[in-house]
């Protein structure tokens, strides 16, 4: 069965520091994809990346980066010199290819709180 | 205009009563998706959807039904509503093939059960 856990609940950072925010995952099929989705206070749900399970290459967009290990079925997401509007709550999620990629199952949230 | 669209964006109601919560896309999408959305437990998936034919139970869709009148439409009814069905309520959209996965949401329904 898939599931995803994302073990901080809230994180609290001042501006201008890097912060890692972790995602571990289960599943059985081999061919799987993993996505992080940004949710700003104002509610709606943002895409920020989606990864196979056949990449294992690091992304880097701006001061975002995500580091996906199969060894240790981790995706983290780091947020570099973090911003005020960097606050949010972020959702790791993940998709398993044998359900035809159709059901999508998410982390319970890790709110970022970036203070001035 | 936004491309997946949700009715009502917030509902206040009373136990027992029947609640439908509408979705249309303008996106061309096959797949459709129900989520809820509870404090501490992120998005649940009630119902999704692969074409007009084809509906499929999440993880939690006891209470629920839903209803997929055409590509673009896809309904979420509440038979007899019950506090703990008290949520946000999201629609989402996704492709086929490379892209498959990646959903795009409406802006969410945010339901009051009392």
């Known amino acids: 069965a898939q599931k995803v856990t994302q073990a901080q609940t809230e994180i609290s950072v001042v501006e201008k520091e890097d912060v890692t925010l972790d995602c571990v995952y289960e599943?059985?099929?081999?061919?799987?994809?993993l996505f992080w989705y940004k949710q700003p206070p104002s509610g709606e749900l943002v895409f920020l990346i989606r990864r196979n399970s056949f990449d294992e290459q690091n992304e880097i967009s701006g001061r975002y980066s995500w580091n996906f290990q199969k060894s240790t079925s981790s995706f983290n997401f780091t947020i570099t010199a973090s911003q005020v509007v960097d606050s949010a709550v972020y959702f790791c999620?993940?998709?398993?290819?044998?359900?035809?990629?159709?059901?999508?199952?998410f982390g319970a949230g890790t709110r970022l709180f970036v203070k001035a | 205009d936004a491309d997946v669209t949700q009715t009502p964006r917030n509902r206040i109601t009373k136990t027992g009563k029947r609640i439908m919560l509408e979705c249309s896309q303008t996106?061309?999408?096959?797949?459709m998706y129900w989520y809820r959305q509870d404090p501490g437990l992120g998005l649940r998936l009630i119902y999704y959807?692969?074409?007009?034919?084809?509906?499929n139970k999440g993880e939690i869709s006891d209470g629920y039904s839903v209803s997929r009148q055409a590509q673009a439409k896809f309904s979420l009814s509440l038979e007899s509503a019950i506090p703990n069905q008290t949520a946000l309520y999201f629609c989402?959209?996704?492709?086929?093939?490379?892209?498959?996965?990646?959903?795009?949401f409406g802006e969410g329904s945010r339901l009051t059960v009392l």
């Open positions: 999620a993940l998709s398993e290819a044998g359900t035809g990629g159709f059901k999508t199952i």
């Open positions: 989402a959209t996704s492709l086929t093939g490379q892209k498959a996965g990646e959903l795009f």
């Open positions: 996106k061309g999408h096959d797949r």
């Open positions: 599943t059985r099929d081999t061919t799987y994809y």
């Open positions: 959807s692969f074409d007009v034919k084809d509906i």
